[in-house]
């Protein structure tokens, strides 16, 4: 069945970095964008970034602009988003998720108009001292 | 960035009761709409994209309309797995931003 599953967060100091992972199956990893999006406690989603297909187009949320770099290796079929100078407001629960939304040789949908449509159970960053 | 609007920020109501969520967006957007659903600990579930197109999976009678800057989410009888936070999403520009939330909650 279609996965998604992240790892890598933990406990962090302030200004450290992180690199958080995406390891998905069940479908064609290379046919879809990602996105990652994060949940802060007791807060709202925010989307922080997506990568296209092929990791052409990259996009983020300004609050992470700069600090923040998605990439993904389709040989391994994993997503990371690499985090450095983290703050306290990067404190939330990060989700990849899948976008509906695929390219091939003849179709390719804007990303994210058919929405995520599968979600990893999320992992979670604490950035304290 | 587009700013994504919605109301109410929570709503109490019954089991079969009809409930309307608004979404309004800070330009238009066409139909680059999505809604989701998250139950507590969970994570986010997709309802509705593209405005009105229903997700695979999803009951009948969860619906979504609008175009251009105004949306709206309509749950035409409420049952009791309903009872969730909803957020709508736009997918026209990034940065892809999301609704602060509509808490729904059972009267």
């Known amino acids: 069945q279609v996965q998604l599953v992240e790892s890598g967060g933990g406990v962090v100091q302030p200004g450290r970095s992180l690199r958080l992972s995406c390891a998905v199956s069940?479908?064609?990893?290379?046919?879809?964008?990602i996105h990652w999006v994060r949940q802060a406690p007791g807060k709202g989603l925010e989307w922080v970034a997506v990568i296209s297909y092929d990791g052409s187009n990259k996009y983020y949320a300004d609050s992470v602009k700069g600090r923040f770099t998605i990439s993904r290796d389709n040989s391994k079929n994993t997503l990371y988003l690499q985090m450095n100078s983290l703050r306290a407001e990067d404190t939330a629960v990060y989700y990849c998720?899948?976008?509906?939304?695929?390219?091939?040789?003849?179709?390719?949908?804007?990303?994210?108009?058919?929405?995520?449509?599968?979600w990893g159970q999320g992992t979670t960053v604490t950035v304290s001292s | 960035d587009i700013q994504m609007t919605q109301s109410p920020s929570s709503l109490s109501a019954s089991v079969g009761d009809r409930v309307t969520i608004t979404c309004r967006a800070s330009q238009s957007i066409s139909d680059f709409l999505n809604w989701f659903q998250q139950k507590p600990g969970k994570a986010p579930k997709l309802l509705i994209y593209a405005a009105s197109s229903l997700q695979s999976g999803v009951p009948s009678r969860f619906s979504g309309s609008g175009s251009g800057t105004d949306f709206t989410l309509t749950i035409s009888s409420l049952q009791p797995e309903d009872f969730a936070t909803y957020y709508c999403?736009?997918?026209?520009?990034?940065?892809?931003?999301f609704g602060q939330g509509t808490k729904l909650e059972i009267k």
């Open positions: 069940g479908f064609t990893f290379s046919s879809y964008g």
């Open positions: 999403q736009q997918s026209y520009s990034a940065p892809y931003t």
């Open positions: 998720a899948k976008d509906q939304g695929y390219c091939s040789s003849t179709t390719c949908y804007a990303l994210g108009y058919k929405g995520m449509d599968v």
